[in-house]
């Protein structure tokens, strides 16, 4: 073979090269940004996604997706986050970022605060995965239904301290009154109450928050202390008391529809 095939092939390998090295870069950017690819995924594992149907109805939304993660590394345009165990992201990865898309300038959420990540369209499957989303809920879900079950013995048991939840949290104690258990429904499961809060699917902030809309919209009745601003919420089945007493005192109890703030104080 002649020195100038030899040159000749050379050249062509290298272009070659050199366009292979082009197109790889052009899918990649197109992942990262959660673009359809053009060439190929290059055994990478990606989920491309739909293309949009023009015939479709303009008003039809994407389905949300939600799950609940643990912050593990954050700045003000996106958080690293480690989804619960029982959560079907954590099968895509242990790892997923969410980029905001905005700036939340000097705003963070908390390393180690469990939040509720919102989100439409696909999981990019790099690793760490990654979402685009900016809607982020620190109170668990808003969505909850809590049924009670009474106890035998009338009194009041500690369940845990909200502290136990979240060392940055305030301190204060969840108690029961007169009752065995409390169940929850969240996002379409049943669990006790304790493993919801510890799970992050629901916050002891997040149940006085709904309690104070059910008020507003005369859902349900309540009464307010003028010991600093104790309030009381009564629902069908039982009661719930959020203490703000002027010695510092803020512990919440749930407990039978008749429970008044002096049977636990």
Not at 172 to 195: A, C, H, Q, R, S
Request: aromatic share 10%.
């Amino acid at each position: 073979m002649s020195r100038k095939i030899v040159e000749i092939i050379v050249v062509f390998v290298l272009i070659l090269l050199m366009v292979l090295a082009t197109v790889y870069v052009i899918d990649l950017n197109r992942m990262r940004k959660n673009e359809e690819v053009l060439f190929s995924t290059w055994g990478r594992k990606y989920t491309v996604p739909l293309k949009e149907d023009k015939k479709e109805d303009s008003n039809t939304k994407e389905e949300v997706h939600s799950f609940v993660g643990t912050v593990l590394e954050e700045t003000t345009k996106y958080m690293v986050v480690k989804p619960n165990e029982d959560e079907e992201e954590s099968k895509s990865s242990d790892k997923i970022v969410i980029n905001f898309g905005t700036d939340h300038i000097d705003y963070l959420y908390g390393v180690g605060r469990k939040v509720v990540i919102y989100y439409t369209g696909y999981i990019m499957e790099t690793y760490p995965a990654q979402i685009h989303s900016n809607e982020i809920s620190v109170d668990g879900y808003e969505d909850f239904e809590i049924t009670v079950t009474k106890s035998n013995n009338v009194e009041k048991r500690k369940i845990l301290n909200n502290k136990d939840l979240d060392a940055d949290k305030q301190d204060f104690n969840l108690y029961y009154y007169g009752l065995d258990e409390v169940i929850v429904k969240v996002n379409n499961k049943t669990i006790l109450l304790e493993e919801a809060l510890r799970s992050g699917k629901v916050t002891l902030q997040g149940i006085i928050a709904k309690a104070n809309k059910d008020l507003d919209a005369k859902r349900i009745e309540g009464n307010t202390y003028k010991d600093g601003g104790s309030m009381e919420y009564h629902y069908d089945n039982y009661t719930i008391i959020k203490c703000h007493r002027l010695n510092g005192n803020r512990d919440v109890y749930i407990g039978t529809k008749d429970m008044t703030i002096n049977d636990v104080l």
